[in-house]
């Protein structure tokens, strides 16, 4: 027992120093050295012998000793399609698993939603849609979802005009998937936005997931877009959303929709194969919001633009973005609303714009404060710039190669300030009113 060590030790202790021999000096030494390597034993009663459990817990069990497994969704451990590999920590305290209040999973078509504050299985369905909304809805003041790798398949949500899951009213939700292997998919016939998150809501996260819009399968294109976010009416507030790791694609419409929002983040997303029967078929949009950073996005094979800011929308970042295949690479107007202003394009590369449009950058409607620098364009079937009707805009250090038409080319407008700009393989280079 350990009591009986420490106590010979103190008086041996206690004789060597108060004579100074040198035979009770190496003794106590001895006491130290046995004390210390000796494992600890149980009592008689096994109490207190163990007291955190460091002992007794399997490698499995959590550093905390919870007693359920720690999980590590891969997520924090796998890399993003965009980015370098890193590994993320819960930020809360508590073991890997407490980081989630909600963890779904699905096996043999059967959806489960896994309450891991108290391990008990609270919503369980064939239909994906309602575990999922079942876990929002419980959350509606904050909380972490956890989509485990698997597919799900959506079903419209009956009790809104669009979208199978719907974030409303809500604050601070996470929804994460663990990478691609995380698949929401829309079901047949649905013809619905997979994620919609609407009015009166803030602090919303939507991460690391694949949506297939499954647009074969649609019969009639209504909404059809991949995430939706719509603020609503006047007075309703949509605000502080994060949209990043997704790859969205073969939807009927817009792989991202955004409108009435404003502090939104889009960044390190891949959006494929979003071509529909008319122009709502989008790579990202952005309808009157403000305060929008869209950051390192890969856009391609869509049916129109593949960015496209409109209505007034106004502060706007659009930075390193990779975009390829669309009728317009980026296109900034303006509309009764008002014209769209104070955006700054920068660093994004844009790749064989073809089709009726044909321009990898169009400025239109009395848009303004408009900055165009170090981007990348490629093979344009019309123009590289194309300005109609905007004015103090500035165009200096891009490179423009291959294009159908002028290089930069203003209709109208006025206060464009061009320079330092490297132009090669085009029909013209700059065109000023």
Not at 16 to 30: H, K, V
Not at 102 to 129: C, L, M, P, W
Not at 176 to 199: F, K, M, P, S, Y
Not at 352 to 376: C, M
């Amino acid at each position: 027992m350990v009591w009986p060590a420490v106590v010979a030790l103190s008086e041996a202790l206690d004789n060597a120093f108060s004579t100074l021999r040198p035979s009770r000096l190496l003794g106590a030494i001895f006491l130290i050295l046995l004390v210390y390597t000796s494992p600890v034993r149980a009592s008689a009663s096994g109490a207190n012998s163990d007291p955190l459990g460091y002992l007794s817990r399997s490698p499995t069990q959590s550093p905390c000793g919870y007693g359920r497994p720690a999980v590590l969704p891969s997520v924090w451990l796998t890399p993003s399609w965009a980015g370098p590999q890193v590994t993320k920590l819960p930020t809360r305290a508590g073991d890997f698993t407490d980081f989630w209040d909600y963890i779904i999973s699905t096996d043999a078509n059967q959806v489960k939603a896994e309450n891991i504050a108290t391990g008990h299985i609270d919503f369980s369905s064939t239909d994906a849609r309602i575990v999922i909304q079942s876990a929002i809805n419980t959350l509606k003041q904050g909380g972490k979802i956890l989509l485990k790798e698997g597919t799900y398949s959506l079903t419209k949500n009956p009790t809104w005009s669009s979208g199978a899951i719907v974030i409303s009213d809500a604050t601070k939700i996470t929804l994460e998937g663990q990478g691609n292997g995380t698949v929401l998919r829309v079901g047949n016939g649905e013809n619905t936005d997979a994620i919609l998150v609407q009015r009166n809501s803030y602090g919303i996260a939507i991460r690391n997931m694949q949506i297939d819009g499954n647009k074969a399968q649609q019969t009639a294109r209504q909404d059809g877009h991949g995430v939706e976010l719509d603020g609503g009416a006047a007075g309703d507030i949509l605000s502080d959303v994060v949209i990043e790791g997704l790859y969205v694609h073969d939807t009927y419409g817009t792989g991202i929709w955004i409108q009435r929002s404003s502090n939104i983040t889009v960044q390190n997303n891949l959006i494929v194969a979003n071509r529909g029967m008319d122009k709502d078929s989008q790579g990202i949009k952005l309808y009157t919001v403000s305060h929008v950073v869209l950051k390192g996005n890969r856009v391609r094979n869509v049916n129109y633009r593949c960015i496209g800011i409109s209505q007034g929308s106004y502060d706007i970042l659009v930075q390193d973005n990779n975009l390829d295949s669309c009728e317009f690479g980026i296109e900034v107007s303006g509309s009764d609303v008002g014209p769209s202003h104070d955006i700054t394009i920068t660093g994004n590369q844009i790749h064989n714009v073809n089709g009726a449009g044909g321009d990898a950058l169009r400025i239109e409607n009395g848009s303004y404060n408009i900055k165009v620098t170090s981007n990348s364009i490629d093979n344009a079937a019309r123009f590289g710039v194309f300005i109609v009707n905007g004015h103090d805009v500035t165009i200096t250090s891009n490179t423009i190669r291959f294009t159908g038409d002028y290089a930069i080319y203003a209709r109208a407008g006025y206060n464009i300030t061009v320079g330092s700009n490297t132009m090669t393989n085009v029909h013209g280079t700059v065109h000023l009113p």
